[in-house]
């Protein structure tokens, strides 16, 4: 069955700092992988995703994040956090159907 | 593009009320999604339509009755809910195909 698995239910970066949320799946076929965000009393906005074309994926708000099949890893980047940054992720992996299975979610706090 | 918009945003019922939410999608999707966001927990996934046929249900109590009548909007009537119903109800839809859904903004609800 899949799944998915996020390290870290709250991270906290510094303003300007690296920015990085893990994300390992499990599946027995290949999958699709989705980063969302979710901004406080707000519905889930896609980041970016992975349908098995480049591995390294690009997303909106200088988010990226990079499909590594060996490691089952789908980790999310991004170079230098922002204060607007702040909210909650979550990876989710796409089952046959469209249906989506989610992560547990990353809080992400950004300190001035 | 209007995305997927809820109604109402907020909600208050008693356990003995009878309400339901709405959800419309302007996207020409063909999939459309409840989910259930409750603080602490994982996004649970409670329906699947697809062109307007249900086609999942996870073990969803009863109290909650999902009716499709077209692909573009989804509705949820809610009876004789429980305090612990009380969570972020999102909607979500999708071509089928790659999974990619975008999602409303949820309603609140909280039932006392």
């Known amino acids: 069955a899949q799944s998915v698995t996020q390290l870290g239910s709250h991270v906290s970066v510094s303003e300007g700092a690296l920015v990085l949320l893990r994300c390992n799946y499990s599946s027995s076929v290949p999958p699709y992988l989705f980063w969302y965000v979710q901004y406080p009393n707000q519905g889930l906005q896609l980041l970016l995703k992975y349908t098995s074309a480049a591995t390294l994926v690009k997303g909106i708000n200088g988010f990226e994040a990079e499909f590594k099949k060996s490691e089952t890893s789908f980790h999310l980047t991004k170079p230098s956090a922002h204060m607007s940054d702040a909210a909650e992720y979550f990876c989710a992996v796409s089952l046959q159907g469209g249906k989506l299975i989610f992560g547990q979610g990353t809080e992400l706090s950004v300190k001035p | 593009e209007t995305g997927v918009t809820q109604t109402p945003r907020h909600l208050v019922m008693g356990m003995t009320n009878k309400k339901s939410l709405k959800c419309e999608q302007h996207?020409?999707?063909?999939?459309m999604y409840w989910y259930k966001q409750s603080a602490k927990k994982p996004l649970e996934l409670m329906f699947v339509y697809n062109f307007k046929e249900q086609t999942e249900n996870n073990s969803v109590p009863s109290r909650f009755s999902p009716e499709c009548p077209n692909s573009s909007h989804l509705f949820l009537h809610l009876h004789t809910l429980q305090p612990e119903d009380s969570a972020l109800y999102l909607c979500?839809?999708?071509?089928?195909?790659?999974?990619?859904?975008?999602f409303g903004q949820g309603t609140r609800l909280t039932v006392v």
């Open positions: 996207l020409g999707h063909n999939a």
């Open positions: 979500a839809s999708s071509q089928d195909r790659n999974g990619e859904a975008f």
